[in-house]
């Protein structure tokens, strides 16, 4: 039973902060890579943020970066976004996505429910 489970998310004004975690379980956390994406209402989905399995490496859609942070403990089987100085346009449904191989050799990708950000005065 595969489970990626946003929380964190939450009425924030603007130029606050909020920490998205992201906890998964039911496949190899440790090897996957792992991102943020979003849907602000009406809007397509955006990639935010994604990094590597071993933490390693990331990178970030160019209006946050200096403000989101990604990071991972793969000893918890958790992923993170750290949120600052949020803008009224980071209004969105964040979304925790993770790629990587199954047992079988085969692509795999699992993503959760959302967690909703809403930014406002």
Known sequence: QVQV???GGGLVQPGGSLRLSCAASGFAFSSYSMSWVRQRPGQDLEWVSDIDS???NTDYKDSVKGRFTISR???KNTLYLQM???KLEDTAVYYCSAEGLGTNGSPRQYWG???QVTVSS
């Open 113 to 115: 429910q959302g967690t």
């Open 5 to 7: 489970v946003e929380s």
């Open 54 to 56: 071993g933490g390693n």
């Open 84 to 86: 600052n100085s949020l």
């Open 73 to 75: 403990d793969n000893a």
